[in-house]
């Protein structure tokens, strides 16, 4: 029976990750927003869903991608954007702004608290204050910024991005956008045909619509209007821009009439309505635009499934269980550990090539996709020492290494959307695409490499769980992972040196991102070197993989966030004091790698033999050991 175990848990996470991927049910008494969550638009450069859009914008006013009202009901992202644009006044009762400084509360006279969050009908009152004082905060460098000033500085960008999305279909104070769009375009085609000439009331108004419809185009934050079949994304139009080119009513594009029936529909509780609106046009949009609509609906499920949640569960349940295995029923422990993880690998590569079809580009784009890629990288590297040694470690130490880097990533996603378009700079070469791929998995071998050396020094000082085998075993994957850290770090640097000669006219110029993979590159020698030499044996070899995490860390984060060089992707100061920590935390690793044999617990008790062989030599003074029987 215990050999069925393993497939049990198996099919059950199995379930739970297809219950997790079911299209949500509307509420009766709701919309239904399946349609209308898929529909594309262009916002940030590249065509998405709106679910995307209501999903990343949540996320940048409140930190999270769901809403919760005062009554503490949920609100999903896609409904509350559906407020947004089509019932602007109830919107701005919903508490979404996040205020995290109380420096911020007390400015508005409000009792000072760890976070807020509040409505735009709240803040309006003081819009003057906040962007006066956002104003003077983005004077100053990111660096320079107090927390006030910080948060001052995003809640004035929040508020924008905020009103800009309420003007993205039409002006706010818009009420019977259908009818008045039909109004507009008679009375402009009237205009032109100058029958019956219009008198001054109504070129006044006709003149007052038209600057109304430009400004809502300027104000806008996404292109709603896609050009007509064959057209290309830079055609896509504003509604107040499409508007602006409409000169009868047979003219206005089917787009501006389905929004104008989602709006009126929305606004006067239609349910039918609007789905019958959003249904019909997401067909048409499918007939003319199939490879637009068709990504929009596969971003739409990539949405729904979150597939990067999913496996960081699943890497905590593969860690612990591996963990489990060294306490008690060792082998279907360990098996188990092993399919959960290889099924938390499946469910993570799926997201990281869901993300190169939707992007069209390599894995590595950015800080958050090499995230992605280092734990995947670092996971793959785990099951092949698992599936070598078979003694739960490296099922362990994978997920745990999994579990962080996608943790990192969450993070690193917290300010909107994980697929932006690339610089130019950055968009253009094989040599960069084979140059990020490689070096970052010189990145994930790295840490996996430090993963197993803190296992060997946690097992060996804190348990007694540190045999001889176990020992060796350790010993030999971490060198083994770090040739490999060795080759690709070293292959994935000189390709980005390629690279820069062909980019920037030079092969080198000690940048310090290019200091920092070349630091990897001579720590991994330097490891090796001294392996080779006998300078280090096993608990030199931990400490200095140990090092080597600190050393990737820096070469990662420290010169991409810290706004220093030409890699520079800017400073964020909520990740220098947790890459400071990292740090700290690897040197605290290192000494406790280096006490006395007589302090590590796996090795108290052990015979002087056990102790030389793991490569300890206590001093000839010592008294001897007894052995264990």
């Known amino acids: 029976m215990n050999r069925f175990i393993p497939y049990l848990v198996l099919l059950i996470a199995g379930l739970w990750l297809g219950s997790s991927w079911r299209d949500p049910k509307p509420s ?7 349609s209308f969550s898929r529909l594309p638009v262009l916002a940030g450069g590249r065509i998405k869903p709106l679910d ?19 009554n503490g009901d949920k609100m999903t992202a896609s409904r509350w954007l559906a407020e947004v644009l089509f019932n602007a006044p109830v919107a701005d009762t919903y508490p979404v702004f996040a205020i995290a400084n109380q420096e911020v509360l ?16 709240e803040l309006h009152p003081y819009l003057a204050k906040i962007d006066e004082e956002g104003s003077r905060a983005a004077d100053a460098t990111a660096k320079e910024r107090t ?16 009103q800009r999305l309420k003007d993205s279909i039409h002006p706010e104070k818009s009420t019977g956008f259908a009818a008045e769009i039909n109004t507009y375009a008679a009375a402009k085609a009237a205009a032109k045909q100058n029958t019956p000439p219009p008198d001054k009331d109504q070129l006044a108004l006709l003149r007052a619509a038209e600057t109304r419809y430009q400004g809502q185009a300027e104000a806008a934050s996404m292109l709603t209007v896609p050009p007509p079949a064959g057209g290309q994304p830079g055609d896509w139009l504003a509604t107040g821009g499409a508007l602006l080119r409409v000169d009868s009513p047979q003219a206005i594009p089917a787009a501006l009439t389905a ?38 609906s596969f971003e739409l499920r990539f949405n729904q499934m979150e597939p990067f949640y999913q496996s960081t569960v699943l890497y905590v349940g593969a860690f612990l269980l591996a963990c489990g295995s060294w306490l008690a029923c060792p082998k279907g422990l360990r098996q188990t550990a092993f399919l959960l993880l290889l099924l938390a690998l499946v469910v993570h590569s799926f997201g990281m090539f869901a993300r190169m079809y939707l992007q069209g580009r390599p894995p590595v784009t950015n800080l958050y996709s090499s995230a992605i890629f280092v734990g995947w990288g670092a996971v793959v590297l785990g099951l092949v020492l698992e599936r070598l040694f078979r003694d739960g470690i490296g099922a362990a130490c994978a997920g745990m290494v999994g579990f962080i880097t996608l943790i990192i990533a969450h993070h690193l996603g917290s300010n909107g959307d994980t697929l932006e378009m690339m610089q130019a700079v950055l968009d253009s070469n094989i040599w960069l695409a084979t140059h990020v791929v490689i070096i970052t998995a010189g990145y994930s071998a790295m840490f996996l490499a430090g993963m197993l050396a803190v296992a060997y020094v946690v097992l060996g000082v804190l348990t007694r769980r540190l045999t001889r085998d176990t020992a060796q075993t350790l010993t030999r994957m971490v060198y083994g992972v770090v040739c490999f850290a060795t ?60 090092g080597g995490n600190a050393i990737t860390a820096f070469s990662w984060f420290g010169v991409n966030m810290l706004g220093v060089g030409l890699h520079s992707y800017g400073f964020m100061d909520k990740a220098f004091p947790w890459l400071v920590a990292f ?25 002087r033999r056990d102790l030389t062989a793991a490569g300890f030599t206590p001093p000839a003074s010592a008294p001897s050991v007894p052995s264990v029987p």
């Open 28 to 34: 009766p008494s709701d919309f239904d927003l399946g």
């Open 52 to 70: 995307t859009v209501a999903r990343n914008s949540l996320l940048i006013l409140r930190g999270k991608q769901t809403l919760r009202l005062a």
């Open 106 to 121: 007390g400015m508005f006279g409000w009792p000072q608290a760890d976070k807020k969050y509040c409505s735009f009908a």
């Open 147 to 162: 927390p006030f000033q910080t948060s001052i500085y995003n809640l004035r960008n929040s508020l924008l991005l905020y």
């Open 259 to 296: 929004y104008a029936k989602l709006s009126d529909a929305f606004r006067a509780g239609d349910h039918a309505g609007f789905t019958q609106a959003a249904t019909a046009y997401a067909d048409s949009l499918q007939r003319e635009h199939p490879d637009w609509t068709g990504r929009s």
């Open 487 to 546: 080759l690709f770090s070293f292959v994935g640097t000189v390709l980005g040196g390629i690279w820069a000669d062909q980019s920037w006219g030079r092969f080198w110029g000690w940048d310090p991102k290019e200091n920092g993979a070349l630091l990897i590159v001579l720590w991994c020698g330097m490891i090796l070197h001294a392996r080779w030499g006998g300078f280090i044996r096993q608990r030199g070899l931990m400490a200095m993989a140990i």
């Open 583 to 607: 740090g700290i935390a690897q040197a605290l690793l290192i000494l406790l790698s280096r006490l006395p044999a007589s302090k590590w617990g796996s090795f108290r008790n052990a015979a």
